[in-house]
């Protein structure tokens, strides 16, 4: 095999262009992306030998000092693509003493669980750097993270409530900020961030580089970049409608009310492995868990009203394997990387198709098959249609099960026996021109 710095020198070639070259036809290195020996030898023994397409792409504009809008699915590298090239800049401000250190780098994520993901990575890739990072959030004892930040970092992680307080407290400084991630913006602006991120990109320095990654691009998303990006370069990896070709899908139409049974029957005889479920609301995820538990299924669960502690315990059974089942709300489970994943399910279908394709592309990964069952009330129908037209592919329906739904069902309209049509505490016009006035 050539070495590439031998190709480069046969084709007469400058380094971005043949770095073009190498992105096409797939044989780039990240010796190619101009990355040092220390930050080189920590991605090895990571056991990454080559550089994914949004690592490719956005890694030599992150080191040119761009503003970046990087637009990629969860499991596409997007991580390393800014961690990568920060330590890569930091590395020469490096040997500051402990104390003398400053944040120069902030990453601000949606999640406590994607926030401690992003600071594992980052910590994995500096191991041959003197640079310290260290990620602080909310939901658990302050104390300890201000003990740490006031020792030094160099690169700080943060959920934006925590980040606000601590800044408030004197506890952050964050005048010298030179690069600012926001990842997952689209699940940040979702989840009501949009005024905290607007005052932490005031808070840090007008010169900066600012790094926006988003698994989507909404209007709402581009409106914040076109406010506080400067001339920024687009990185665009697989269309968001894109599905991996490893999964196999699946839908199963049934009443709403059979739905738990139809899940546990699928448990039962179907569904094997490792497998996440996904629910549309907090009570509904406490509910199935309940369920399986009392049917002595092996099963956590995840959601905003947990503790830290008790949502970091049950990711690390299930990532541990002493649990087989993890039943989850969308937004706990955002950006949460967890490897050799058998099987999705989708108990409540989203009503946003986008959040879909996010569901199953968490099975599947690096070369594997997945499959992804999804059970479909009556209510839910429309859901199928925008997925389907959005994924550009029919789902396989499963017809053959205990519990199917009439084809002419309607959606379900659940009444109280003997209840009122009428709003509680509505006046009707009669009796409002009867009411007398004290005036």
Known sequence: MFSTKYLKNILKISHSTFMYLCSKLSFMSFKDLQLNRPILRAVA????????LVQEKTIPLVLAKKDVIVSAQTGTGKTAAFALPILQQLFDKQDASKRGKKIRALVVSPTREL??????????????TNLRTTVVFGGTSIEPQIDILKKGVD??????????????????????IETLVLDEADLMLDMGFIDDVKKIERLCPKEKQIL?????????????????LTNPERVEVAANSSTSI???????????????????????????????????????VDKLEQTLLKNNYKVVSLHGDKTQNDRQAALNQFKNKEVNILIATDVAARGIDIDNLDAVVNFDLPNIPETYVHRIGRTARAGKTGTSYSLCSADEKPYVATIQQLIQLQI???????????????????????????????????????KKRWY
């Open 45 to 52: 023994e990571a056991g990454y030998d080559n550089p994914t």
């Open 115 to 128: 926030a401690v993901q992003i600071d594992e990575n980052f910590q994995k890739y500096c191991t041959y």
């Open 155 to 176: 690169i700080l992680i943060a959920t934006p409530g925590r980040l606000l307080d601590l800044h408030k407290q004197d506890v952050i400084n964050l005048d010298f």
């Open 212 to 228: 926006l990654f988003s698994a989507t691009i909404p209007y709402k998303v581009e409106q914040l970049a076109n406010t506080i």
């Open 246 to 284: 490893n999964v196999n899908q699946v839908l199963y139409y049934v009443p709403k009310k059979n739905k738990i049974e139809l899940c546990l029957h699928l448990l039962r005889n179907t569904i094997k492995g490792s497998i996440i479920i996904f629910r549309r609301t907090k009570f509904g």
């Open 396 to 434: 396989d329906v499963i017809e053959e099960h205990p519990y199917p739904l009439d084809p002419k069902a309607k959606k379900e309209i659940h009444k109280t026996p003997g209840k009122s049509k009428y709003k509680k505490g509505r006046k009707s016009e009669s009796s409002k021109k009867k």
